[in-house]
C-alpha cells in the first residue's frame, strides 16, 4: 500500500470516526443486537428494518475505538438498500480481506477496502470486525450479546 493511499484510508477512517453515519437508535427496528470487543473496550448496539428480504434501514449505538466507530459507520451505510445475499457476501469479502491467509485484496468491497490497512494490526482486526459479526447475528437473530472473544 502506497504512503498516500493509506493516509487517504486513514482519513476516511478518521472521518466516520469523527461523524458516525446511522448512529442513532432506529425506530421500527424488527432486528437488533449487541457487539461486545473485550479486548479492546468497544460496545455497539446494532438496529435493523428488514423487509422482503431486503435491509431497509440500519442504525448503531455504542463506544469504541476510532476503527470499531468508524467500522459500524461504514458496514452500515453500506448494507442499507441491500438484499441479505449481498450482505452476506460483502461480510465474507470483508472477513477474508482481513483475516484470509492469502492477503488483502479491497475487489468489490468499494470504500469498506480502508480497512485493509488493519490487516498489519492483528490486535485491532476484532475492532473492525466487531459491526459485521454483530449484523451476522442480528440476521441470524442471535439471543445472546456477541462476543469477538
Ligand atoms: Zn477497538
Redesign the pocket.
Known amino acids: 500500500m502506497t504512503t498516500e493511499l493509506r493516509e487517504l484510508y486513514q482519513q476516511v477512517i478518521l472521518d466516520h470516526n469523527k461523524k458516525p453515519r446511522n448512529f442513532h437508535v432506529l425506530e421500527g427496528a424488527n432486528r437488533t443486537a449487541e457487539g461486545y ?1 473485550p479486548l ?3 460496545q455497539i448496539t446494532l438496529y435493523l428494518r428488514l423487509e422482503d428480504g431486503v435491509v431497509k434501514d440500519a442504525a448503531f449505538q455504542g463506544k ?2 476510532a ?2 466507530k468508524a467500522s459500524a459507520s461504514m458496514m452500515t451505510a453500506a448494507v442499507i438498500g441491500k438484499p441479505l445475499d449481498e450482505v452476506e457476501s460483502l461480510f465474507q469479502r470483508l472477513h477474508t480481506m482481513l483475516t484470509g491467509e492469502t492477503g488483502a485484496s479491497g475487489d468489490g468491497l468499494g470504500k469498506l477496502a480502508v480497512f485493509a490497512g488493519v490487516r498489519e494490526f492483528p490486535s ?1 482486526v476484532k ?1 473492525a470486525t466487531l459491526a459485521w459479526h454483530t449484523l451476522h447475528a442480528a440476521l441470524c437473530g442471535a439471543a445472546a450479546p456477541v462476543s469477538t472473544e
Do not use: E, K, L, V
Open positions: 470487543n479492546c473496550g468497544d469504541g475505538c476503527i470499531s485491532r475492532c
